[in-house]
């Protein structure tokens, strides 16, 4: 039977029930699912209301089509399809991102060069929810980094977390990135692991919706920075731990001894059929003196 890895789905499920919990919303069961994502309010118009029905439309019959294969039933997604000039403008609810609810912090940084640099700092970029209203009006029904009401409550960026299963699925990815061909082979492999998932537990949720669809293409980004960063620190101590034993008159590791003997000739890679290796006459007769002494012990 075929294991089941991660996909963007599963992915995408998670990472919107994490940011979820850093929400407060008028309804907490209708409001917190959006139907479009928008970078501000002028950009809802007809064109915009009908690319939202149509989302809302496939999502809910790609939610009834998947409840009716876990039950057991043997159906067509065809059956469940909704056309979506049926769905009433009035259950569409519309993300909006903004920094209109997340106060001001001068001095943040020096040289701010975004609309982010002269907010509070947020794990993730904020929002707002909107749905009209029988006047035809957009109103505030949520609030990405809020505790309360909508209009009594206050800005907190504290109260969320990371959901269990993303975690798990953080765990998963790192895991299973490790054990690839060119990583798996290092002693400090348990390192690349634990930096790789201390790198996703901080910048996870940062990953925005409304510029790409592919959260398992930019997490796995972010491992292949964490292990390449711990590859480069390794490297670093390991050129000062053999400049040390060098110094000392000791032996360097295999790295250090197969360069030296690169860089003396010793070694050619120049026939393409694996190292050559260059001895000198002396060294050539001492070789083959000690082959000797050996085969007669034997």
């Known amino acids: 039977m075929r294991k089941k890895y991660l996909n963007n789905r599963d992915l995408l499920k998670e990472i919107h029930n994490s940011k979820n919990t850093y929400c407060s919303y008028v309804d907490e069961d209708v409001d917190n699912q959006y139907d479009i ?31 009716a294969i876990e039950s057991g039933k043997k159906v067509k997604q065809a059956e469940f399809a909704i056309d979506w000039k049926k769905v009433d403008k009035y259950d569409l609810v519309f993300r909006i991102m903004t920094f209109d609810h997340v106060p001001l912090e001068p001095g943040r940084k020096k040289n701010p060069k975004q609309q982010a640099d002269h907010h509070t700092r947020c794990n993730f970029p904020p929002f707002q929810h909107f749905r009209f209203n029988d006047k035809d009006e957009l109103i505030i029904v949520g609030k990405s980094h809020w505790e309360g009401g909508m209009e009594n ?10 959901n269990n299963n993303l975690a798990k699925m953080f765990m998963k990815l790192c895991e299973r990135y490790a054990t690839r061909s060119n990583w798996r082979g290092y002693t400090y492999n348990d390192e690349m692991r634990s930096t790789a998932l201390l790198q996703l537990s901080q910048i996870g949720l940062q990953f925005d919706e409304s510029k790409s669809q592919n959260p398992f293409a930019y997490y796995t980004a972010a491992i292949t920075n964490s292990f390449t960063r711990v590859l480069n620190l390794e490297k670093r101590n390991q050129i000062i731990r053999d400049d040390i034993l060098e110094e000392a008159g000791l032996n360097p590791s295999y790295t250090r001894q197969t360069e030296n003997e690169i860089k003396s000739g010793k070694l050619d890679f120049t026939k393409g059929n694996g190292p050559v290796i260059k001895y000198t006459p002396e060294e050539w007769a001492k070789k083959m003196k000690t ?4 085969k007669k012990k034997t």
């Open 37 to 67: 994502i928008l970078p501000s309010l002028d950009k809802v118009n007809i064109r915009t209301v009908a690319q939202a029905k149509r989302n809302r439309a496939d999502r809910l019959a790609k939610l009834a089509y998947t409840e």
């Open 153 to 162: 409550g206050y800005f907190n960026k504290d109260h969320g977390k990371i």
């Open 291 to 294: 082959s000797k002494v050996s």
